[in-house]
Structure formats: structure tokens, C-alpha cells
């Protein structure tokens, strides 16, 4: 059992793959988006909340609350979707309690001297409290950067 313990907590501890640079700048990944919970940037700083209800390639049809607004594809610098990680958050710590109930199981006589189901739930709980207490963010859009102006000018 020992030998299995490194593999699955590495594989635990595997961080998800997140969107990269020219990908992030593809208004068209707001199609996948339709029905999640999503927050956009607009170019004054304000911050929204809401569910996305439609997408075109010229803007962004956001429920927040009972209000519908829409962002033209102008306005909106940057966009994440939200995730709620709690799951993942159970399963991760029911694996690690998993392995640390097996290691430690390997001395016991009985299982109810052990009670391993006591350190599996236990690292579950911690798990799903730890997702809890996180907000999970993924990148959905950014606009793309313009190239800055630059001026010279020389003084004597």
C-alpha cells in the first residue's frame, strides 16, 4: 500500500490546466460559457456578477440578479468564470485521508481499534472547508493588449 501513496498524492496536488495568452483573446469562448456564473471586467473597473444568457461575436447577454445587461465586446477587458471547487476539494481530501488511513492501518490488529473511515471523513471535510474558503476563478476572456505608443522627442 505504501507504494501507491506518492503516485496518487501527485497526482492530487496536479494543478488544472488554465488558458493561455492567444486563447484568452477569443470572444467566442463566451458560447461555452451559456448557463455558468461568470465575472466581467468592463473598461471603467466595474465589476459584474452574473450567469451568461447569450453571446455574440459583438457582445455578452449577463442575468445579474433580475436585471439582463448587455456588454459590447468593446467594453468588456477581461472575464473569469466561476467555479465552485467543493467537490474536487471532497474527493482530493478523501484520497489523501485514504492513504494516510491505509499507512497508518498497517500496524492495527482489528479495524475498529483504527476506525479509518474516521480519517477518510475527516479529510474530507478539511477538503470540502478548504475549497470553501477559496474562490476558484478560471479565465474565460481578456482583450487584447494594444501596442503602446511611443513617443520621442529630443530636448537641448
Not at 5 to 24: D, F, K, Q, Y
Not at 35 to 61: N, R, Y
Not at 83 to 102: E, F
Request: net charge positive; proline share 4%.
Amino acid at each position: 500500500m505504501g507504494y501507491l501513496m506518492l503516485p496518487m498524492l501527485l497526482i492530487a496536488l496536479v494543478p488544472e490546466p488554465s488558458a493561455r495568452g492567444h486563447r484568452l483573446e477569443d470572444f467566442s469562448r463566451f458560447s461555452q460559457a451559456i448557463g455558468k456564473e461568470v465575472s466581467v471586467v468592463d473598461q471603467s473597473g466595474l465589476v459584474q456578477e452574473g450567469t451568461v444568457e447569450s453571446a455574440t461575436g459583438d457582445g455578452v447577454a449577463l442575468r445579474i440578479g433580475s436585471a439582463r445587461r448587455w456588454f459590447p465586446r468593446a467594453e468588456v477587458v477581461s472575464a473569469h468564470r466561476l467555479h465552485d471547487g467543493r467537490i474536487d476539494g471532497v474527493i482530493k481530501g478523501a484520497l489523501i485521508g485514504t492513504l494516510l488511513a491505509g499507512v497508518a492501518s498497517q500496524g492495527c490488529v482489528s479495524h475498529d481499534q483504527c476506525a479509518s473511515w474516521r480519517v477518510i471523513g475527516v479529510f474530507a471535510a478539511a477538503g470540502y472547508a478548504l475549497d470553501a474558503a477559496q474562490s476558484n476563478r478560471r479565465p474565460l476572456y481578456r482583450a487584447p493588449v494594444a501596442a503602446p505608443t511611443l513617443k520621442v522627442s529630443f530636448r537641448f
